[in-house]
């Protein structure tokens, strides 16, 4: 089977496919990430922007808040953070109690226009690719060769 990227408004989420067609719509968001402080430090300002519908996201850096933390108070019409779970192939709520996982894409409603600030270290990681999976793929550019 082949492997597809697809690049979305940005960097930061990937969609891979291992055959098949992607049923339903999720507008992606533009997200970007800005080196934050004057003295060089390594942690990085992300920024998620929210349309209304539904928004595909990824964390390119390490925040350790709760998910509940950064969205409820952030996102209009937030309720709660989807994930793909490619063991059952099934979409997940996620426990809101914890962080975001760098190496997870996730899909959140927003019932407007929003803009949520990440703070944190870049985010690296090593993607375990199993049939369809979400993935986020950080700060830098992922190779999605199929080996």
Known sequence: MKKKGVKVSGLIVVLVLL?????????????SVMPSGEDGASAQTATLHFSYGWNAISAPVTDSRSMGGIF??????????????????????????DALDPAKGYVIWSTGDAEVELTGEPATYSPNLKSWSLIG???YPVNLSAD
């Open 72 to 97: 409820i108070t952030q996102v209009p019409g937030f309720y709660a953070v989807y994930s793909w779970n490619s063991d059952f192939q099934c979409w997940t709520i996620e426990d809101l109690s």
């Open 137 to 139: 793929v950080g700060a």
């Open 19 to 31: 055959g098949g067609a992607i049923s339903g719509i999720v507008s992606a968001v533009n997200q």
